[in-house]
């Protein structure tokens, strides 16, 4: 099998995105903006919010609360919107909270 040089260049560039996007730790709630920051989770989130009947604004995007699942696929679920404030960041390790 003969490499050229596109072929090469897509290959180093699929794992660059690899070793960048990172999944949330299982167990864990996450801001919509913290999952952001995490890896490539906008469409993820548009998908769990669509299929629990929320909006899709970029304030229901980056103010919902998501508890990453107990697989370690990075799968969420949509646990609420933070109505009337805005959700919090509780630092690494810890769960975020609408506050």
Do not use: W
């Not at 469409?43 to 669509?50: A, F, K, N, V």
């Amino acid at each position: 099998m003969k490499f050229t040089v596109a072929s090469l260049a897509i290959a180093i560039a699929s794992f660059a995105n690899l070793a960048v996007a990172d999944n949330c730790t299982p167990g864990v709630r996450y801001c919509g903006f913290n999952l952001l920051q995490k890896g490539d989770y906008h469409r993820t989130i548009e998908i769990e919010l669509i299929a629990m009947g929320e909006p899709t604004t970029e304030d229901s995007i980056n103010n919902s609360l998501f508890l990453c699942r107990t697989r370690n696929d990075g799968a969420i679920y949509f646990m609420r919107h933070c109505n009337n404030s805005v959700c919090n960041d509780g630092g690494p390790g810890n769960n975020d909270y609408c506050g």
